[in-house]
């Protein structure tokens, strides 16, 4: 009978990783539709208390879609202008570092090489000067730039998605409850409500306040006179979506720069400082201060999610890894059978109370 229930269970742990491998491979086939598809909620997240409060005000559905559709049109124009005014001006200046990144790279090999003679160390003839190419990196942002037809594929499917959840924003709760019995109707309302105004939210609170750092992060260089503080402003405000990994980048990148733009290490340090300053206040002071709750997701799970997210939807996985943890741990919590899972998924503070 032991022998039993141990079978069993190892059957269902190798059918669930079975299951967890098919679900991988059919989320990174469905990338092209999933992840348009999954933004598009996350905006509808944002944009529905707009959307109920114009029907509230017996405005037309039609007219609030609109309405909502040219604030973010308005929104994306001022996210383009700023991404090409800062790509523009990293190709012009690119070419500077790309010597002053030689000269460094040469002196190394030397350096390297009269090591390796000194103690009689064989090594290869590498030029390692071509193994830094900075000429590749502005190839590479002339073809990030030339797939913009992809972009505006993607961005014209996220619009759609976005205006059809909208157009039956405030329905679902109505319709749930025409369709399941009363207990599971008020089950599946009280857990929607709970995701949609946690999601909610934590993608404003997370936006001003990526804003907010953004907008520091320019400050702080521009003061400095460090070169593409705008470039490294909209990066601080993209990165600070994900959580841990995004602030310490931000502030990492700027800092690398300024080694190679200033002789002495007075500047490289006050970025350093200056920007991992804004970094910490920012997400250890504002941003808990404004959000008034925490998602309570155990670290471990954030860095997991990350990984597994980004491995299959790149930068925008990350992106989105911690809000939809977040609506499955909601879900798990509301789940009986799912409790202990829930559990797991929660932060130390939740584990002590």
Do not use: C
């Not at 990526?210 to 006179?225: M, N």
């Amino acid at each position: 009978m032991v022998q039993d229930a141990k079978n069993s269970n190892l059957s269902t742990a190798f059918l669930g990783i079975i299951a967890v491998f098919g679900l991988g491979v059919m989320l990174a086939q469905m990338k092209v539709v999933l992840l348009p598809f999954v933004v598009a909620i996350l905006l509808s997240i944002i944009f529905k208390p707009v959307i109920l409060g114009l029907r509230g005000k017996r405005v037309p559905m039609i007219v609030a879609l609109f309405g909502v559709l040219i604030l973010f049109s308005l929104v994306l124009f001022l996210l383009g202008w700023v991404l090409y005014a800062s790509t523009a001006s990293f190709i012009e200046e690119l070419p500077k570092y790309e010597a002053k990144m030689s000269v460094i790279v040469d002196d190394i090999e030397l350096a390297l090489i009269g090591w390796a003679d000194r103690f009689d160390v064989p090594i290869g003839d590498v030029q390692w000067s071509d193994a830094i190419e900075l000429t590749s990196i502005t190839a590479a942002v002339t073809t990030g730039v030339g797939s913009f037809i992809s972009f505006l594929t993607t961005t014209f499917l996220i619009v759609l998605f976005m205006l059809f959840i909208l157009a039956s924003s405030g329905e679902l709760g109505t319709k749930v409850r025409l369709a399941f019995p009363e207990q599971y109707a008020d089950w599946m309302a009280s857990v929607l409500k709970t995701v949609d105004s946690h999601v909610r939210q934590y993608l404003v609170t997370k936006t001003l306040v990526s804003l907010g750092t953004g907008a520091l992060t320019w400050l702080v260089l521009f003061l400095l006179d460090v070169d593409f503080a705008l470039v490294f402003g909209f990066i601080a405000f993209i990165l600070n979506y994900i959580p841990n990994i995004g602030s310490s980048l931000a502030v990492i990148f700027p800092f690398f720069l300024t080694l190679l733009q200033f002789e002495t290490l007075a500047v490289p340090m006050g970025v350093l400082f200056g920007l991992g300053g804004t970094q910490m206040i920012m997400g250890n002071v504002v941003e808990p201060r404004i959000m008034g709750y925490s998602l309570n997701l155990s670290p471990l799970l954030i860095l997991v999610s990350l990984i597994f997210w980004g491995w299959l939807w790149g930068i925008w996985g990350m992106v989105l890894a911690v809000p939809m943890m977040a609506t499955i741990k909601i879900v798990f919590e509301n789940l009986e059978p799912m409790k202990p899972i829930g559990k797991l998924m929660s932060g130390p503070s939740r584990l002590d109370g």
